[in-house]
Every structure is written in C-alpha cells, then in structure tokens.
C-alpha cells in the first residue's frame, strides 16, 4: 500500500461501480453528486480519517481483531454444544 | 463493486439481508465442523490475518483504461484458501469493518455480502473446482493446475457478482436495468483481470511458499 501511494500506482478514479452509476446519472460532476446525495442511515463511524495510511492501518487491526473474536467464539460455541452432548 | 446506501429498494435489501444472514449461520455450521479436523489454535489467526490481507488488498485500487479503477474483492482467493464457507463469514466481516469507513453502505451490507462472498466465494470455489476437474486430466503440476483454475474462477465469478449486482441496483429502479447491467459487465470484464492476476499470482506464492496453508486441497479435488 504505501509504495502504491508513494509511486502513485494507485487510482483515485471511481471504481467499476461507482463509475456506472456516474456514467448512467449524467455522467462527470452531475453524476458524482447524485452519488454523494444518496440517503444513508448513519454516518460512517470511522469516515472522518482522511489520511489512506492511518485508515488502512486501523482497519487491518479491526479485520484481525474481529475475525479472530469471531472465529474464537465459533469454536468457544462448537466445544459447548460438544461438552452438552456428552 | 461497493454498493452505497440509499441506491437498493427496502424490499432488494430485505431479501438479501435474509439471504446472506441464511448463509453465514450455515457457514458458521460449516466453520465449527472444519475446526474439528484443524488445529483450531493456528488457524483462528490465520483467518484473521487472511481478512486483513483481503482488507488491505481491497484498499488497492488499481487504474483501468477508460477513467474508472478496479480492486481485489478476494472472494473466490478465500475460498480457494480457506474453504467456501469461511469466505463467506471473512467477506462479511472485512464488508462491515469498510462500512465503519464509509466505504459501502450499511442497509446495503447484505446485498455486498451476498454479492462478493456468496456469489464470488461459494460460486467462485465450484467454478474453480469445475476448471480443475478439467485440468485433472493434463500433466501440470497441482500448483499450476490450482492456480490456473483459480485465475479463470475469480475471473468468472467477479464478472458474475457484477452481473447480480447490476441486477439489483437496476430491479430496484436506480438506474434502468439494461444500462446497469451493461455497464457494470463491460466494467468488470477489464477490472476482472486484475483480480484474476492477483488472485493467482497469490495462491502460486502460497503453494511455493507453505502449501499446507491451503486446506481446500481435498475439497477442491486436486491431484498430482
């Protein structure tokens, strides 16, 4: 990641979706802002970090921590039903 | 192929909801199972370094001709790696930790789930299972075999997400069907590439570097 951003291999452009929406709603600024408007029930907890490094950083730390608490509780329930059988 | 909040109608997002939800209690089942036959203690964290891996990756947005970029979804990656199921379960949870970042909607969590875990990881496994069941009866060695098949299964199976994707958006009146799904076809057969690439070039690492770590070996049907 921050190779790609120092060299600049990165894109900034929309993403295949993003860009169809735009292209479909008007195309260019038009079709950016009818994007930026749609309704969202919430704003993102984390959506005010700007920074792509710190963003990225904290959210591999929650990737790793949620899916090991999950898998762990997956386990933790498995040996339970196991023990009860028994 | 992140779908924002506001553009799936309440009824597209109740069904996909129910349906993801369905999916990922069944792969909790199917989770608990495989920790049986694993050594549980080693590979938790390998679950979670592998989430983080495909969180990373997917914050790698690579240019594509044409004004757009594209990124690694990673599903049918997992699902070689880790077994269908528990793609479904780590797409889920890197969908929900990007949601926390603004990046995809939350009402729209099951749609994206569905799309890039069920239809890119559980679809995208059996497409690759399929290719190597063809690719059993040539002389390649198992890794070229996987990961051949594996770059022609994500391929196929991101083309396919995009496919439903543009489906939903379209059924829910967005923008008209037609346009949707042309357009997000035509953008994922380019951007379908780089995931193909990535995806292989991954999984020949892994087979190189510590094959065991690929414990779909018997699952997918891979022989010498």
């Given amino acids: 990641m921050s190779i790609g951003f120092v060299l600049g291999f990165l894109s900034e452009d929309p993403d295949g979706l993003e860009r169809s929406i735009i292209d479909a709603t008007g195309g260019g600024e038009e079709g950016e802002a009818w994007i930026e408007s749609l309704p969202s029930p919430w704003d993102p907890i984390l959506g005010w970090i700007e920074n792509d490094y710190i963003a990225g950083l904290i959210g591999v730390l929650l990737s790793v921590i949620l899916m090991i608490s999950v898998f762990y509780l997956i386990i933790f329930i498995h040996k339970n039903r196991a023990i009860k059988k028994e | ?224």
Wanted: glycine residues 12%; without cysteine; aromatic residues 10%.
């Fill in chain 2, 1 to 224: 192929m992140h779908i924002p909040d506001g553009l799936l109608d309440p009824v597209s997002i109740s069904v996909l909801w129910i349906a993801s939800i369905v999916f990922i209690m069944i792969g909790f089942s199917k989770i608990g199972k495989m920790f049986e036959e694993e050594d549980s203690e080693k590979l938790v964290p390998y679950i979670g370094v592998i989430a983080a891996v495909i969180f990373a990756f997917q914050f790698v947005n690579y240019p594509v001709p044409g004004g757009t970029s594209g990124h690694l979804v990673g599903g049918t990656l997992v699902a070689v790696i880790l077994g269908p199921w528990a793609s479904v379960i780590v797409l889920f949870m890197v969908l929900v930790v990007q949601s926390l970042f603004g990046d995809g909607g939350i009402t729209a969590l099951g749609a994206n789930a569905f799309n890039m875990g069920i239809i890119g990881g559980i679809l995208g496994f059996y497409i690759v299972k399929i290719i190597i069941s063809g690719l059993n009866k040539t002389q390649l060695k198992k890794e070229v075999k996987v990961t051949i098949a594996t770059a022609i299964g994500a391929y196929i199976a991101i083309i396919l997400a995009a496919f439903i994707a543009a489906l939903e958006i379209g059924i829910s009146g967005a923008i008209p069907l037609e346009v949707a799904i042309a357009a997000m076809v035509y953008w994922h057969v380019l951007i379908g590439i780089g995931e193909a690439i990535i995806s292989a070039l991954i999984i020949f690492y892994i087979y190189k570097a510590k094959p065991a770590l690929i414990i779909t070996e018997s699952m997918l049907g891979v022989t010498e």
